[in-house]
């Protein structure tokens, strides 16, 4: 028999992480689970809401996390538990300006902790993650992306995509037009890769775009994180002048989970994405170009 028994938390709907808007208030129930016939005295039973980035060491100046909001609702004043309780909460009106985030090197996370204070003893706490996500809006002008590139007297490429600006469930369509090829090729790999830039003032940094995979910029304290989400082939063989290969790439096949780009979060940390076109010769040698994407999101979920 234990002679200070601890209720168990269970805020609703703990098997689920719920998504919200940012329109959308932050409620629930919390449920104080008491043992048959215990007691429990406390000095007040609360419910917190946090929105929080949080960065890893080396990406950040001082403190490692940041709360951009912290609000504390009393659901019990001080007093005793002898039965389970459970009691609703809303957080109504919350502006939430960032979206939920899991990065390498930083994160936004929002959730939602109870905690029973107890005198003379530790806080019996509980915490449960909600997911925000925000929409977006269709860019008024999305113009397509087109680029030469190539080696003098020895290949010359040209790459085109329909638009610059894609919603996470959208099909990227584009096409390959070889303008002369004197060398070998082997085939050709389209990548999508995710760059995620983090530390204070990323915005004054112009979002490091030339910083490489894992570097580290010592003056302004910014990581950089490289990670190729997807990469297949889309041509085996070498290719004649004038051929062209049709490029379609559905971003719901991406196994990560995409997120829309971040500019100069709370000038914390970037995510930037890109199209990293590679063409490998007999001799493995590859030749490769990078063009940025935007992504955003349509839908919730």
């Known amino acids: 028999m234990s002679a200070n028994p601890q209720p168990t938390l269970a805020p609703a709907g703990m098997d689920r992480i719920m998504v ?4 959308h208030d932050t409620e629930g129930e919390v449920t104080l689970a008491m043992p048959a016939g215990k007691k429990l005295d406390h000095v007040g039973v609360q419910v917190k809401f946090f929105g929080r980035i ?3 060491a080396g990406a950040h100046e001082g403190r490692p996390s940041y ?3 912290s609000l504390s609702k009393e659901l019990l004043p001080p007093g005793s538990l002898y039965e389970t309780r459970t009691i609703p909460f809303n ?3 919350v502006e939430k300006i960032h979206e939920t985030y899991h990065g390498r090197n930083v994160s936004v996370k929002y959730f939602v902790r109870v905690e029973v204070l107890r005198q003379w003893l530790p806080p019996i706490t509980q915490e449960h993650e909600v997911i925000v996500q925000l929409l977006g809006v269709e860019p008024s002008i999305n113009e397509s992306i087109k680029m030469e590139v190539g080696i003098e007297d020895c290949l010359h490429i040209e790459f085109e995509y329909e638009r610059k600006c894609y919603h996470l469930h959208d099909v990227i369509c584009g096409k390959i037009n070889f303008l002369l090829v004197r060398i070998k090729i082997k085939h050709m790999e389209l990548a999508v890769i995710r ?6 003032g990323v915005a004054m940094s112009g979002g490091m775009s030339g910083a490489t995979t894992g570097g580290k910029n010592d003056l302004q304290n910014i990581v950089t994180e490289t990670q190729t ?3 297949y082939e889309i041509m085996d063989g070498a290719p004649v002048k004038g051929e062209s290969i049709p490029v379609r790439l559905y971003l719901t096949g991406i196994p990560a989970d995409l997120t829309p780009t971040y500019h100069a979060e709370n000038n914390r940390f970037s995510v930037r994405y890109f199209l990293n076109l590679v063409l490998v010769d007999e001799e493995d040698r590859r030749y490769f170009k990078q063009s940025e994407i935007t992504l955003w999101r349509k839908e919730l979920g």
């Open 20 to 23: 919200y808007g940012s329109e």
């Open 54 to 56: 949080d960065m890893e």
């Open 67 to 69: 709360d951009f909001i």
């Open 91 to 93: 957080f109504r009106g």
């Open 195 to 200: 760059r995620e830039t983090s530390g204070e």
């Open 229 to 231: 989400l997807l990469k």
